[in-house]
């Protein structure tokens, strides 16, 4: 019996520096910016659509643009029809259904050129919601609305990551090499917009405690498991995304301080087909921005859970429904996988321009291409960006 329990000692000590010699060669090897570069290098280059099956090609996209619209005169249903079956699926109330909750103040900051708050709200079904205003102090984009001074709005829904909310503000934190959003919210700030920015669920002051099941550094494992756990559970994260954005957005067209008829929804990667739902569903949205955030679950088999919805639509119709609303739409030439996909065939993007086009309203759509090469052009690329809310809303 000793000599048993000796045995397993050495073989547990053996183990033991196995695992700390490997991890201080990991941790010599790479510095966490060049991890992240190995996680996107490894993603696939010389991307091909998916080819599934015949036998489950007969009944899909049976709500699409393409199959269904053909004039002017079918336009106007077919949104409706899209909208109602988009609900549906993804159990979404009204926006009107969407109940306010008391808001919380958590920090203040002043900055030389805009004030920073924090603030914390209860969610629709009593999960925390955090979310940041950035305010400008110089009135370069006010206007007057009955007798007070407001500002045109920003909302943003920032991509996946730990880095969460923080990458877009611009402040720093443990996953500050992993930033990818060029600091868009404090940018805007100071060009004159106030900004919001929402925390996604499972991701920077939301995210979870996954130690035991995510390789060390964690930054997608912590959203990518919850989105999977609440869909065993019976929910579905994007879902609850779009409701967290949705009342947020209430919240905004409340402040006496905000230009109602001229506040942005942007989104970026994850966030843009938030941004796009979300738009698609509440009143008061001038313009949408989805930067690398439109891609066809159809042809590239994407990483977003969609329930049935490929029966009806794809994430294009859907942004092709917004038509003739004011949207711009961007990916990188070098993006990996179904993203660079879409840049390099502009699938997506020829669909909705169809939808604009025969809506007379193509001056409204800016699709942008670009070649980018910071994180392999998977970010925001701020000069066309602002120029489009110059256009529409500064």
């Known amino acids: 019996m000793r000599t048993r329990f000796k045995f397993l000692i050495v073989v547990l000590i053996i183990s033991i520096s196995i695992n700390v010699l490997i991890g201080y060669h990991y941790s010599d090897k790479y510095t966490p910016t060049q991890l992240f570069d190995k996680f996107i290098s490894s993603q ?6 998916i080819q599934i099956p015949e036998i489950y090609e007969k009944q899909v996209l049976l709500l699409s643009f393409e199959k269904n619209v053909f004039s002017k005169q079918d336009f106007g249903q077919w949104k409706i029809e899209i909208i109602k079956k988009f609900q549906n699926i993804f159990e979404i109330p009204d926006y009107d259904d969407i109940i306010l909750m008391p808001i919380e103040k958590i920090l203040e900051e002043k900055h030389d050129e805009y004030l920073l708050n924090k603030y914390s709200t209860s969610a629709q079904d009593n999960d925390k919601i955090i979310f940041y205003e950035l305010k400008p102090k110089r009135d370069t984009k006010t206007t007057s609305c009955e007798d007070k001074l407001c500002y045109p709005a920003v909302l943003i829904i920032p991509g996946s990551g730990n880095q969460g909310a923080l990458d877009a503000i611009n402040q720093s934190s443990q996953f500050s090499p992993y930033y990818y959003h060029k600091g868009i919210a404090e940018k805007l700030a100071k060009s004159g ?45 994007y879902s609850l995304q779009i409701v967290d954005t949705m009342q947020l957005l209430k ?60 029966k009806y639509f794809d994430q294009p119709d859907l942004a092709a429904s917004l038509s003739p609303k004011p949207l711009y739409l961007s990916w990188g030439l070098n993006e990996k996988a179904g993203f660079g996909y879409e840049a390099n065939n502009q699938y997506s993007a020829k669909i909705i321009n169809n939808s604009y086009k025969l809506l007379d ?16 052009g998977h970010t925001f690329e701020l000069t066309s960006i602002i120029d489009f809310l110059d256009n529409t809303i500064g």
């Open 44 to 49: 696939p280059t010389n991307f091909e659509p």
């Open 193 to 237: 917009y106030v900004v919001f920015v929402i925390e996604n669920r499972g991701w920077g002051e939301r995210g979870l405690n996954v130690e035991m099941n995510c390789e060390q550094p964690d930054v997608y494992c912590s959203g990518n498991k919850l989105h999977r756990h609440l869909f065993n559970l019976g929910y579905n994260q």
């Open 251 to 310: 919240h905004i067209h409340n402040l006496d301080y905000v230009d109602n008829e001229k506040i942005a929804i942007a989104g970026l990667s994850l966030g843009g087909p938030v941004s796009i739902a979300v738009s698609n569903l509440a009143p008061n949205v001038s313009g949408t921005i989805a930067a690398s955030g439109v891609i066809s679950q159809y042809k590239t088999a994407g990483s977003g859970i969609t329930p049935g919805m490929l």
């Open 361 to 376: 309203a193509e001056e409204k759509l800016v699709i942008v291409i670009h070649d980018e090469e910071f994180n392999y």
